[in-house]
């Protein structure tokens, strides 16, 4: 007989994994390499070095390994927020009326209100070891950069963080939690860098992308004596650390002996949906076992389903290596009536060599239908979701209906990375009936993409 | 052996307690009965139920039934953000080098961002069994309304919150939280009550208080129909709801064999402090164990350490029952630089009473104090603390520092009642070093508490 499924599953505080998963050592088509812009030839570790940590480049470059080591001191502050919970949606299945088992993954249980915290901590620990003064970063949506201020204040690191102009104004207390940790939040583009002054100077009253706030991060970190760079998605460092969403809620769903039908994630750099999908995947990839994936894109950024499986630059200012993914183009931006997150130009090279394999399907919704479901969630389910996961919770409801249809039991997974405490102009816009939707042409991105480079 | 002690300790779903404990009933000391402020008699069943919705006015009058059951409908609300966890503040001992164990129920877990959920589901839950159309209700920092709307948008009650003027300005994103759960807010004093009007008129420019937003309530539920009022302190009802909290934090430390030395809570109008300290209390006030119960209110806004054990009124309009308890006087009105909540000018009778009795300490600390311990508890701990969550953190860093003096290694618990994501404006006052502190003198308290009724 089935056991009883609590509200809220959670792992106890040693079952926490000690180890991430990486799931590029078990795809038969490995995600392609980083190549130096300048030579065109794959980066090594040594060039990678520059920018990044040594063993966060190390983590990059690794595509052999199945199992990394979590050290002691990062597990000791996974304690303090981990394990989260996979909550069972009763309520919300119960509002749908729907036969479908829903459970989500909720990250949001931490003050910086999402899974970025999971590699925050894992980046800030690898600069403390290699004995830095500090880090830069970009943040688009103010969560990472929020987990970073935290991760850095805890190791005791300098951390400076060049923040995506439109969310650096919609935001301005997400400034204030980054100050309270000790960073130093600067508007991006800025006047700081030579990148971004020319940024500046070339689209005046530019509202900013997370491809230029990179740049700027890329130049203060490489500018300065004893800092290198973090990102807070898109690498493949990133999404490993991510993977101990997807290990947690496999051990989760093991115990209850629940297997997904469906696994949902919301997709803008790609770390959360490739962490969160990560062990299944790898039983995929592996031959294993087969799960329907569904990575949940804003119609106003749409680099799976619209973009094209190229490389291309990471940042706007073509200072990063090039990376083979979905893109639409480097200099893509976002509608500035975009809410919240989700808003780079590319997808992470594992997700999107997996979608390209098609282990994964991708979709894309409206921001209106994602505002809706974000409310509807949030009254039956009592958390206020942040508009990036609020992707996947329309999609889950969406699957959810489906199975109402077809009076199918279907078990819906998906990850609620975190609330949206800090989006309530967004929230806001879409109260008062005055949010839209936004699209781009064939033709806008056509023209992002006949940009990249030619490798 | 003791057992070795988790990060977090959660209780299993099953093991959320199914009773409120009502201390009043154990006490030998009852609190004294609320008064009809007309006839001087105590306030009867009928009286109450204009007012209140009735199952609640009786739990007001209960002072015999040790335990009351929680209803299954609010077990399964529960269920959704419950068990809270009992926290080892590890890294907190660590920053202070203390031989103190330092524990802290966090009750922040939720949407609402503080315990006041845990009184807010119960109380709609009454009214809807009622029958009532909806409920009206004051808020002061924003905690109360955002809980209210919440539990009134999962029974699908109508909610009209009065909500402190300066907190309203302070807090535009609280409101839009509210929205988004349906509630309509309005700042008080508004113009939409006579109460409001008249004391618009009296002190233009007013900031408001809660005393004021709670006539406005009152007048609102009374002259509609189908409406009743509700309210998120000070009262004995509430209280016992919040019971929950320190049953919870009993059982998890009993699952470790701890044995509290210090229990510490902030204290605004009590109802947190009560519930956290009401199971430890009991045993006290039965004479079975003795432990060192510490309340902590601002220097601003001091009614224990510095008013009147007294009947008084609880509103500015005087339109409600009077009270005994430790008060102010109900026109104190806290300076406008006073942030967040603990800003009520009386306190909880029951707790009044125990405070009388000897069975709790009472300090007073100053914002400034409260701040720095905030930021010193969120760069450790990982959580952002309420303001007023952060007076039990002051107090629980000062107990822990005297422990590195003399050695020993008491077991300090404290209230962590909520997150301060919406109070960044008193976090930016802060960190931009504008933050003052304000202290009432002997005589501004003195010509307040000359307003209370003679009794």
């Given at each position: ?44 570790l040594e060039e990678l070095s520059v920018v990044f940590c040594e063993e966060l480049a190390k983590q990059e470059l ?237 119609a106003s950024c749409p680099s799976l389903t619209r973009g094209s499986y190229v490389y291309d630059f990471c940042d ?140």
């Open positions: 007989m089935a056991k009883e499924i609590p509200y809220k599953i959670y792992l106890k505080e040693d079952e926490i994994p000690k180890q991430w998963y990486n799931v590029r050592a078990d795809m038969k088509n490995k995600p392609a390499p980083l190549l130096n812009p300048g030579t065109g030839k794959p980066m090594t690794n595509v052999t390994d199945p199992w990394v080591d979590i050290p002691e001191e990062i597990q000791n502050f996974y304690k303090m927020y981990r394990p989260s919970p996979v909550v069972r949606a009763y309520c919300l299945e119960k509002a749908l009326d729907t036969p479908a088992h829903i459970y989500y993954k909720f990250e949001g249980n931490n003050t910086s209100g999402s899974h970025k915290l999971n590699s925050a901590i894992a980046q800030a620990y690898y600069a403390k070891q290699q004995g830095l003064k500090g880090v830069t970063t970009e943040t688009g949506a103010g969560q990472w950069g929020t987990a970073l201020s935290m991760a850095c204040s805890y190791f005791d690191l300098d951390c400076q963080v060049y923040m995506v102009k439109v969310s650096y104004e919609q935001k301005p207390f997400r400034r204030e939690v980054m100050r309270t940790y000790g960073a130093k939040v600067t508007p991006s583009p800025s006047m700081e860098t030579n990148v971004g002054r020319k940024i500046n100077e070339e689209f005046p009253g530019t509202t900013g992308s997370l491809g230029c706030a990179i740049s700027e991060a890329v130049e203060a970190a490489t500018s300065q004596e004893g800092y290198r760079y973090v990102l807070g998605s898109v690498l493949s460092q990133v999404l490993l650390h991510q993977t101990i969403i997807g290990l947690e809620t496999k051990a989760a769903l093991d115990k209850y002996e629940v297997t997904p039908d469906i696994i949902i994630g919301c997709a803008g750099g790609g770390s959360n949906l490739g962490g969160l999908i990560s062990p299944f995947a790898g039983e995929m990839v592996r031959g294993e076992k087969n799960y329907r994936i569904i990575a949940v894109e804003p706007t200012g073509k200072v990063c290596p090039l990376a083979k993914m979905y893109t639409l183009g480097s200099g893509y931006i976002p509608a500035p009536n975009h809410a919240g997150g989700l808003r780079y130009h590319g997808m992470s090279s594992i997700v999107s060599q997996l979608y390209d394999d098609g282990f994964i399907e991708a979709t894309s919704v409206k921001q209106t239908d994602v505002f809706a479901a974000a409310q509807q969630f949030a009254r039956v389910e009592g958390i206020l979701p942040a508009p990036e996961s609020s992707h996947a919770i329309k999609v889950a409801i969406d699957e959810a209906l489906k199975c109402k249809e077809t009076g199918e039991a279907k078990n819906i997974v998906f990850g609620l990375t975190g609330t949206g405490y800090f989006d309530m102009v967004a929230y806001q816009k879409y109260n008062d009936g005055v949010m839209d939707d936004y699209m781009p042409t064939d033709e806008e991105i056509a023209a992002s993409l006949a940009q990249c480079p030619k490798v």
